[in-house]
């Protein structure tokens, strides 16, 4: 980690933390204060000590944490009063996304808000009973500092201990009352969709895109399930809701316009000033919408976005073993966005230097919005002023020229575990990115990934794991890591037509259903009983930052029920679709792949058989034309010689004709004539994905 983050170096003796693998806990790991990690030993120091526990939740890109760090857990006299009178525990939010999830839920319940670094404390039973999120080092108005807090927090819990413990037991029961979740009753109905869309339009900015105000996130989920209810309505200001945000979105500052790829969200409603931490999360997502609009519009634009978005995660997130590292942090040399903003003294320079003469210098610095003064504490974060835009190629040259400058500065620190969620995620990108835009170098890293998760991720009793970084991985997955791997699997088949990557999307979802379902709500827990137990068992149907697991396993389960021809799987997602459905359409910005997946279960399937051997250019040829329309219902299901799928129903009969791969492109019970021609099976798929037909309801 960068320096910015230790001061001190690690000259001081190190804590428990220096055991660890997780970047975020190792930045930690000679603060004074006595950290232990989540685990075993921590609680049963707690039990014995009948000390409180001091929780800090945090992730290695989050800017605050950092400053919390500085300030507080740094200083000798904090550290002493922490260790003194409390077990401190010190978690990654991103290794440990079930103690985040129940634990911010009681701090929102306590304080009405929530964040990171999140600060709760806890009983030794692992009750909260109070919280908050960051706190200063000393008082300010309206904010205790961290030292008063700890001060009054350790009286309370010697002085009216009954009192602490009742609070933490009632908190406790509301928390298990807020995450139960109860069985669905009626099926998704299309008016809900159309509600969702409909109330998605009252939120719209029409003048900055997006929904709502400052801060701003991109919600790449949304936008896409808008695509689709457009697709089916036709409706120009529903598809200008998608392409007037993602316009201003690749226009802002949000958007790397040197390097590609976005940061997490925007501090303003304009998309121009970022929190600049750049997450894999975010850019998988973000590439794939981008992806899905170009499919939708023809426009290249969204193309080159997507394309430079997929180039930023291969070259600064990828690795050496074939996965991607989690986030690029928001700070270097001790200040936030200092990587990415610029003087103009500085820009000018770097330009005349890369042969642009002063006259081309200027009008570059003008497209940028870069100015004497700035446009962010002195300098300027480069974002499509409105102005007219140079020559592409004068543009493209500038890009290299300014990305090699950046490139001699000091970096934000990486944060390179590598999660099995997010990689899942990346992967369904790069595969859709090899698909849709016929570049070899995304059916690379489309394969380096797969290698990646098979060789890293994939335990030998056929479950995965949760985290890995330098070669070791640990923390049995939860349920969002099975969903979204299965999910970027079911992608890598489609994109590469190796039918091992389709098998073990099944056996993975089998295993998720094993381990996760269930049966009494028809829904998914996000844990295991591999997990700990701990005042709540989470479970969530709510889209967030990241698609819920539930989501992303309905979603899955309607593709794998089409390919498998296993009903169980079609009941599993209908049974998850009703257990939302009462709230999706009332909160739709919470819903986003929730809402795709409902959507899909409403339509007829729509699948492309292509028969013939995986690498042969004529059938890569049928699966990236099969790609190229709009047809988000579409499931492409690669038929190589040999494969036991071939006994499966969605594949009886179809085997290449004339001895040339052949494509079957089905809708529902109705089949196209098969061909071997590219563009007659784009054709094909374009028709029968326009012509969209209700499934019949059971």
Same mark, same amino acid.
């Given at each position: 980690m960068?320096?910015?983050?230790?001061?001190a170096?690690?000259?001081?003796?190190a804590n428990?933390?220096a055991?660890?693998?997780?970047?975020?806990?190792?930045q930690?790991?000679?603060?004074p204060?006595?950290?232990?990690p989540?685990?075993?030993e921590?609680?049963?120091?707690a039990?014995?000590?009948?000390?409180?526990?001091?929780?800090?939740?945090?992730?290695?890109a989050?800017?605050?944490?950092?400053?919390m760090?500085?300030?507080s857990?740094?200083?000798?006299a904090?550290?002493?009063q922490?260790?003194?009178d409390?077990v401190a525990?010190?978690?990654d939010r991103?290794e440990?996304p079930?103690?985040d !999830?129940v634990?911010m839920?009681a701090v @929102?319940?306590?304080?009405?808000?929530?964040?990171?670094?999140?600060?709760v404390?806890? =009983?030794p039973?692992?009750?909260p009973f109070?919280?908050g999120?960051?706190f200063p080092?000393?008082?300010r108005p309206?904010m205790?500092g961290?030292?008063r807090?700890l001060?009054a927090?350790?009286?309370a819990y010697?002085?009216?201990?009954? !009192?602490v413990v009742? @609070?933490g037991?009632q908190?406790?029961?509301h928390l298990?009352e @807020?995450?139960?979740?109860?069985?669905?009753?009626?099926e998704?109905e299309?008016?809900?969709l159309d509600?969702?869309a409909?109330?998605?339009?009252?939120?719209f900015?029409?003048?900055?895109g997006?929904?709502?105000?400052?801060p701003?996130f991109?919600?790449p989920?949304?936008l896409e399930?808008l695509?689709?209810t457009?697709?089916?309505?036709?409706d120009?200001?529903t598809?200008?809701?998608v392409?007037?945000t993602l316009?201003r979105m690749a226009?802002g500052g949000?958007h790397?316009?040197?390097g590609?790829g976005f940061?997490? /969200?925007? =501090?303003?409603a304009?998309?121009l000033v970022?929190?600049? !931490?750049?997450m894999l999360?975010?850019?998988a997502?973000?590439a794939?919408?981008?992806?899905e609009?170009?499919?939708a519009?023809?426009?290249?634009?969204?193309?080159?976005?997507?394309?430079?978005t997929?180039?930023?995660?291969i070259r600064?997130l990828g690795?050496d073993?074939g996965?991607l590292?989690?986030?690029l942090d928001?700070?270097?040399?001790g200040?936030?966005g200092?990587?990415y903003?610029w003087?103009?003294?500085?820009?000018?320079?770097?330009l005349?230097?890369?042969?642009i003469?002063?006259?081309e210098?200027?009008?570059l610095a003008d497209?940028w $919005?870069?100015?004497a003064?700035g446009?962010?504490e002195?300098?300027?974060?480069?974002?499509v002023?409105g102005l007219?835009?140079?020559?592409?190629?004068?543009?493209?040259h500038?890009?290299r020229?300014?990305?090699?400058?950046r490139?001699?500065r000091v970096?934000?620190?990486?944060?390179?575990?590598q999660l099995?969620a997010?990689n899942?995620?990346?992967?369904?990108?790069?595969?859709?990115?090899? #698909?849709?835009?016929?570049?070899?170098?995304y059916?690379?890293?489309t394969?380096?990934?797969?290698r990646f998760i098979?060789s890293?991720l994939l335990?030998?009793?056929?479950?995965?794991?949760?985290t890995?970084?330098d070669?070791t991985?640990h923390?049995?997955?939860f349920c969002e890591?099975?969903?979204?791997?299965?999910? $970027?699997?079911?992608a890598? /088949?489609a994109?590469l037509?190796?039918a091992?990557?389709?098998?073990?999307?099944?056996?993975?979802?089998?295993?998720a259903?094993?381990?996760?379902?269930?049966?009494?709500s028809?829904?998914?827990?996000?844990?295991?009983?591999?997990?700990?137990?701990?005042v709540?068992r989470p479970?969530?149907?709510?889209?967030?930052a990241?698609p819920?697991?539930?989501?992303?396993?309905?979603d899955v389960?309607?593709?794998?029920a089409? #390919?498998t $021809?296993?009903a169980?799987?079609?009941?599993r997602?209908?049974?998850?679709?009703?257990?939302a459905?009462p709230a999706?359409?009332?909160?739709?910005?919470?819903?986003?792949?929730?809402l795709?997946?409902?959507?899909?279960?409403?339509a007829?399937p729509l699948?492309a058989?292509?028969?013939?051997?995986?690498?042969?250019p004529r059938a890569?040829?049928?699966?990236?034309?099969a790609?190229?329309?709009f047809?988000?219902?579409l499931?492409i299901?690669?038929?190589?010689?040999?494969?036991h799928?071939?006994?499966?129903?969605?594949?009886? $009969?179809?085997v290449?004709r004339?001895g040339?791969?052949?494509? /079957?492109?089905?809708r529902?019970?109705?089949c196209?004539?098969?061909?071997?021609?590219a563009?007659?099976?784009?054709?094909? *798929?374009?028709?029968l994905?326009?012509? *969209?037909? !209700?499934?019949?309801?059971?």
């Open positions: 960068s320096d910015e983050h230790d001061p170096g690690t000259d001081r003796p428990r933390l055991g660890e693998t997780s970047p975020y806990l190792l930690h790991a000679h603060n204060v006595d950290w232990y989540w685990g075993n921590a609680l049963e120091r039990r014995s000590a009948d000390r409180p526990i001091f929780l800090s939740i945090g992730y290695s989050c800017h605050w944490c950092h400053v760090e500085r300030e857990f740094e200083n000798p904090i550290a002493a922490l260790n003194r409390f525990i010190k978690v991103e440990r079930d103690l !999830e634990y839920a @929102q319940t306590m304080t009405g808000g929530g964040g990171w670094p999140m600060s404390f806890l =009983t039973a692992l009750e109070f919280g999120t960051y080092p000393d008082d309206g205790p961290f030292p807090v001060a927090v350790a009286d010697r002085t009216r201990r009954a !009192e009742e @609070q037991r908190l406790a029961a298990r @807020q995450l139960e979740v109860l069985p669905g009753r009626a998704v299309r008016r809900q509600g969702a409909a109330r998605l339009a009252a939120a900015d029409e003048v900055e997006g929904f709502g105000g400052a701003k991109p919600a989920m949304t399930f695509l689709r457009w697709r089916r309505s036709g120009p200001h598809l200008r809701m392409t007037h316009d226009d949000i790397d316009q040197v590609g940061a997490r /969200y925007s =501090t303003d304009r998309w970022p929190h600049f !931490e750049k999360y975010d850019n997502q973000l794939h919408a981008y992806l609009a170009f499919r519009t023809g426009m290249d634009r969204y193309a080159q976005v997507a394309r430079r997929l180039d930023f995660m600064e690795t073993d996965g590292a989690s986030a928001a700070d270097s040399e200040e936030e200092r990587f903003t003087e103009l003294g500085e820009l000018r320079e770097t005349e230097a890369a042969a003469d002063a006259a210098a200027t009008a497209y $919005g870069v100015t003064g446009n962010w002195g300098r300027s974060i480069l974002h002023a007219a835009a140079p020559p592409e190629a004068l543009l493209e500038a890009r020229a300014l990305l090699a400058a490139e001699r970096r934000p620190s990486r944060d390179d575990k099995a997010w899942g995620m990346a992967l369904r990108s790069l595969s859709v990115g090899a #698909l849709v835009l016929g570049e070899d170098r059916a690379i890293a394969r380096e990934c797969v098979r890293r335990r030998d009793d056929g479950r995965l794991w949760r890995a970084r070669g991985a923390t049995p997955a890591d099975y969903a979204h791997v299965a999910d $970027g699997l079911l890598a /088949y994109a037509g190796d091992a990557d389709l098998e073990l999307a099944v056996a993975l979802m089998h295993r259903v094993a381990d996760f379902w269930d049966e009494a028809g829904t998914f827990f996000d844990t295991s009983e591999e997990h700990d137990r701990i709540a479970r969530s149907l709510v889209d967030g990241t819920a697991a539930n989501s992303v396993a309905a389960l309607l593709r794998l089409l #390919l $021809g296993e169980d799987d079609d009941r997602a209908r049974s998850i679709l009703r257990a459905g999706i359409d009332r909160h739709p910005i919470q819903f986003g792949r929730m795709s997946a409902a959507d899909r279960s409403l007829e699948d058989v292509v028969a013939g051997e995986s690498e042969d890569v040829a049928l699966r990236r034309a790609a190229a329309p047809a988000p219902d499931v299901a690669p038929l190589p010689g040999g494969a799928i071939a006994e499966w129903p969605l594949f009886e $009969g179809k290449p004339d040339a791969p052949t494509a /079957y492109v089905c529902g019970y109705a196209d004539e098969p061909t071997s021609d563009a007659r099976a784009a054709a094909q *798929v374009a028709l994905g326009r012509a *969209v037909t !209700e499934r019949a309801t059971p």
